[in-house]
Nanobody, 120 residues
Framework: QVQLVESGGGLVQAGGSLRLSCAASGSIFSINRMGWYRQAPGKQREFVAAVTSTSSANYADSVKGRFTISKDNAKNTVYLQMNSLKPEDTAVYYC??????????????WGQGTQVTVSS
């Protein structure tokens, strides 16, 4: 069994910063990609950023230049550094990972979500 546990959300003023963390644990053989999605009230879940096992990163246009994704392979952890936050960044942020387990099963896993609120 695999679990993703997020942390680091909270309330911040516009222009401020937050860093989200997501740690994967369990029967993990390899992690092919980790990333972040977000869902604002009344909206669909949308892609934010992702990083592959080879450290190739990509971002949604709305966060480019403000957010940075990084990972610590030894800790099976991905981070999202969010700077210059805007009220429109307010959402529940979900960690997402494509993981191959020790049982040779590959699938996408999701975290439980962490709330980010940016006040104007």
């Amino acid at each position: 069994q695999v679990q993703l546990v997020e942390s680091g959300g909270g309330l911040v003023q516009a222009g401020g910063s937050l860093r989200l963390s997501c740690a994967a644990s369990g029967s993990i053989f390899s992690i092919n990609r980790m990333g972040w999605y977000r869902q604002a009230p009344g909206k669909q879940r949308e892609f934010v950023a992702a990083v592959t096992s080879t450290s190739s990163a990509n971002y949604a246009d709305s966060v480019k230049g403000r957010f940075t994704i990084s990972k610590d392979n030894a800790k099976n952890t991905v981070y999202l550094q969010m700077n210059s936050l805007k009220p429109e960044d307010t959402a529940v942020y979900y960690c997402n990972a494509l993981i191959t387990t020790n049982q040779a099963m590959s699938r996408i896993y999701w975290g439980q979500g962490t709330q980010v609120t940016v006040s104007s």
